[in-house]
């Protein structure tokens, strides 16, 4: 029957027990009712000559009963032992004995003893098991099939997720011997070659900890630990059960693993857009006003409240906002930046609040998550504030106001966790003056608010930046460059820079690149850098007609033109500069 795919076996009594011990499959004993025994004994009731019972204890106790019940007197042999250790002969010489001290006429049992025991001419009635009892024994054999399968699915479901979890995991029992254990555990542990399973813990592995914990039953969490010169980043746990404590378990994953894992994420954020390059320790200046900022900044990095950055373009607005994302509470979050200046209000609303299936002609099947959800537990930056349609202005105050968005075609609200920083070069209470901003959106940006300056405002930084981007360039490219002409430099410092630093940077790109060919020349900076041609040609062209203000201003233009030069020397120290010309710091800073 088992090798026939047989689940369950149903018996009775001693056959039952019997089959027991020699299948592995469940056995369902048919219970002996009362009904089954009333049956047998109910024609005795009257009759002063006792019944003689044999048979096992659960047999024999059920006669008993019913026989006084009904008033029978019985006689009883029970069986102890298993079928292949009972002695038959001697159950029935003890049953023959009965008979003959007591008279008995009639002896019920079950069809294992009755089948084995030899009484001569005395009556023997078997107790036959009802319909009721069979049905029962097969509702409880269904039933325990069906017990059996489920255990046997959680058991498989458990394997497979042990096996397929990235976290080694290995447990014991109270008694400190492993219980559960997944390759990757065994891999980590290196013991994968052994058959761990009811194996003392200590004897394979000295320093888990696990044995503190099912000493202590207190857990430890995300705990560093070293096991055979592997490091690790653990949690161990009691398990408790009604109060007590009956093992312990530990999941660990090592810590180069989640290195690795940590940073093909950032990777794979880098690649999208959605995480920052810069910090506070990439914002270069030496002027005191940046750094004023910078300290502001960090402040505001400790808040969530929306930042507003003002500058011009090319000042660096964005490398402020990503420091302060980076610096901030969400700094392992997103950061997602969208130019609003740069995609008509269209596009601009479907990439920032997306949209669903069928939302307008060209829709991606299955809809697609628009920016501020993409930016959930992280910063949105939002360059160019002041340059979107009133249409796409409306939805955006509604996420500073209800951090909630709407999807394009759908009518259900989405929550979001962002922080917000927008940025701009227009002066935006002129942009409400004049309609195109609304007023309710400005309040809500102008809660924190950063004011780069521009880099013509920064004369000290101008050497500095120039010098960094001149380095920059030339690992780059491949130059070698002992220095950058001081004539560039004076040049550079005259020029009021409309790009700022972009601008700077550009230009310090193609100083580098031509200085490979020639170092000298005035007018070789009209080929490196064209767009100082204009401002070059008016300074040596400027018209001579009011001689006082001419020697004024070439007499301070000698001075702006010595302290650069000196500047130059000094690599932008202007303490250094100050003690060399004879004069304080604020001298210095009033000529620059």
Known sequence: AVKNGTRALISRGGTAAMIRQHIEIPVVEIKVTGYDVLRVLA???????????????????????????????TKEVIIETSPEQVDWQNIQSRMQSFIESYGIRLVVGDSLVLGRVRLGDVNVRLIASGEEAILQAYEEATHLIRVIDEEKKQTEQFRVVLDFVHDGVIAINETGHITVINPVASEILGIHNIDVIGKPLRQLIRNTRLDKVLQSGVAEI?????????????????????????????????????????????????????TTKYTFRDILSGDERIRRLIRLA????????????????????????????????RSRGPFVAVNCSALPPN????????????????????????????????????????????GVQARILRVLEERQVMRIGSDSFIPVDIRVIAATHADLASHVQSGSLRLDLFYRLNVLTLNVPPLRERQGDIFMLARYFAQRYCHEHGKRIEDIPADIFDVLAKYHWPGNIRQLK?????????CGHRTSGRWDLELMIPELRIEMVQQDMQPVADADRILGDSLEEIKRGAVRRVLWEEKGNKTKAAKRLGVDRSTIERLM
């Open 43 to 73: 024609p005795e009731c009257g009759h002063s000559t006792p019944v003689g019972v044999v048979g096992y204890r659960n047999v024999v106790e059920g006669c008993q009963r019913a026989a006084e019940m009904l008033g029978i007197p």
């Open 222 to 274: 995300d705990q560093l630990h070293r096991l055979k010169n592997t490091r690790i980043v653990t949690n161990r746990v009691p398990i408790v059960v009604n109060g007590r404590i009956h093992g312990a378990v530990a999941t660990f994953q090592e810590v180069k693993k989640l290195q690795d894992a940590e940073q093909k994420i950032r990777q794979d954020l880098y690649a999208k857009g959605l």
């Open 298 to 329: 960090k402040e505001y990095a400790r808040t969530n409240a929306t930042v507003l950055v003002q500058g011009e373009s090319g000042t660096g607005k964005e490398l402020f906002a990503q420091a302060i994302h980076a610096a901030g509470t």
């Open 347 to 390: 596009l601009l609303e479907s990439e920032l609040f997306g949209y669903v299936e069928g939302a307008f002609t060209g829709a991606k099947k299955g809809g697609k998550p628009g920016l501020f959800e993409l930016a959930h537990g992280g910063t949105v930056f939002l360059d160019e504030i002041g340059d979107m349609d009133k």
């Open 506 to 514: 550009n230009v310090m790109e193609r100083v580098v690149l031509f």
